[in-house]
């Protein structure tokens, strides 16, 4: 009965959370980013702005969230869907390019690029995929996403998917369009590319060492008698 309950009350917390973004997102279209306050987002959620602020920090997050809804655990998803014995460089290339160059929300991702707030917040989400990641990768590995190996690939990966989108949304001296509209720069499929290109290495040397036998050390060596045999 308790984890029927534990059961239901996740549901609702996410079907409230569900609730929360899609009207902030529905709000800031409407309205625009900047004259949308987070009693309307919480009033056209059914909610309390007390409630708001257990699952949001601020508009732009609730917004932001939108576009960027469990992007997470669908690059996890599509990594854990590559071939097996395919290379673990190739494979988090195409899940990070499936992810992130075919949004959901094309309304969505135009709005934030109009907004400083929102392209700030928005390229905060990419650290929200390294734990999950994380434990997806030391799979592939053969260990567990608390390696050290594991942990420093995905963190790499979340900083250079980062710079990718830093350098399309926010390039150096950005020309901008009516209204503040920020123009990317560049092919977002091409700066990804690039950036993940530059961890090829460390990702091939992972696998490599993963699929190494390991070797007992030899008794001998530490001055121990051998066991019988």
């Known amino acids: 009965m308790t984890t029927r309950r534990s059961g239901l009350r996740e549901q609702k917390k996410q079907a409230t959370r569900v609730a929360l973004r899609e ?86 991702l135009l709005l934030i690029t109009t907004s400083p707030a929102l392209r700030d917040t928005f390229l905060d989400t990419t650290a929200a995929i390294e734990r999950p990641l994380a434990a997806e990768i030391g799979r592939r590995l053969g260990g567990t996403g608390t390696s050290a190996a594991a942990r420093v690939l995905a963190a790499s990966v979340a900083a250079a998917v980062r710079v990718a989108l830093q350098q399309w949304l926010q390039p150096p001296a950005a020309p901008l369009a009516a209204g503040g509209l920020v123009v990317p720069s560049g092919s977002l499929p091409g700066l990804l590319r690039g950036a993940l290109a530059v961890l090829a290495p460390a990702l091939d040397a992972a696998e490599e060492e993963a699929r190494r036998p390991s070797r007992r050390p030899d008794p001998r060596a530490a001055g121990e008698a051998p066991e019988p045999g």
């Open 23 to 108: 009207a902030a997102l529905r709000l800031a279209l409407t309205h625009g980013p900047d004259r949308v306050r987070v009693d309307d987002i919480a009033e056209a959620a059914g909610v309390s702005p007390r409630t708001y602020n257990n699952y949001f920090s601020s508009r732009e997050e609730a917004i932001v969230a939108a576009v960027a809804a469990e992007r997470e655990s669908r690059v996890v998803a599509a990594v854990a869907a590559g071939p097996a014995l395919g290379r673990l460089a190739d494979i988090l290339t195409e899940a990070i390019l499936e992810q992130y160059t075919e949004p959901r929300d094309h309304d969505g």
